[in-house]
């Protein structure tokens, strides 16, 4: 998707095609909020692959990177860039149950390889590996990722004002701009004083949580949890 179909798109619907009143930095923020909106209530909207390599122990972080959102899945181990043996998420309670003393080495012995982990949407970046880590091992992790601000994605001696300077893509797939336009549109008329504006900010975010779902309990089906 790229910002500048976006904000043609917004300025048809506002009559305000040559971006006077809402100039093209003022919609490229409003386009990075949506995104931001967007991503935080779907997380697999935007997924990256990034390999982890893990502490020893049971407890592993995420890479530090505050773009990172959550964890969404870890497949399988890696060593040396290469995939390796698959990784199955379980309960955490489960294994709670069957093995009480799992994060002790002595009683579970720590290894490179992993067979299972767990996830809580409490600790997004978080998550436990069974078998404990010996501190070499390694795995793929998909994770919900946010883009770089469009704002950020132009030169400092770009043209801003010029449409052709925003042909850049938002981080999101195309089939997410109907959501960002109606985004972007009650962010516009959020900022008008005319009367009726209020109005049409209002509907204009209730058709953005619509599209996005956000009245639902969003990403139970992907969530790392189910077994």
């Known amino acids: 998707m790229l910002a500048s179909n976006v904000m043609t798109k917004a300025g048809v ?3 305000d095609e040559d971006h006077v009143r809402w100039t093209l930095p003022d919609l490229a923020t409003y386009i990075t909020e949506a995104v931001s909106a967007i991503i935080s209530v779907k997380p697999s909207a935007r997924t990256v692959s990034v390999t982890v390599d893990l502490v020893a122990g049971t407890r ?7 773009r990172i959102v959550q964890l969404i899945d870890i497949p399988c181990n890696m ?10 998420s379980v309960a955490r309670a489960e294994l709670d149950s ?3 003393r799992w994060h002790e080495a002595t009683v579970v012995p720590f290894r490179k390889e992993v067979r299972n982990f767990m996830f809580d949407e409490i600790t997004p970046t978080l998550f436990w590996v069974y078998p404990g880590n010996d501190g070499t091992g390694a795995v793929e ?9 469009v704002e ?20 999101l797939a195309d089939h997410y701009e109907p959501a ?5 549109l009650y962010r516009c008329f959020s900022k008008e004083e005319l009367a009726g504006s209020g109005q049409k900010a209002v509907a204009h975010y209730q058709a953005f949580a619509t599209l996005i779902g956000l009245k639902s309990q969003v990403e139970r089906d992907n969530s790392p949890r189910r077994s």
């Open 79 to 88: 060593s040396a860039g290469v995939r390796g043996r698959s990784i199955r």
């Open 141 to 149: 992790a998909f994770v919900s990722q946010l883009p770089p601000p």
């Open 60 to 66: 592993q972080q995420l890479p530090d990177d505050q």
């Open 180 to 184: 960002v336009l109606e985004y972007v």
């Open 152 to 171: 950020t994605l132009v030169e400092e001696d770009d043209n801003t004002s010029e449409i052709e300077t925003w042909e850049v893509s938002v981080g």
């Open 13 to 15: 619907q506002l009559l």
């Open 98 to 100: 069957n093995e009480p």
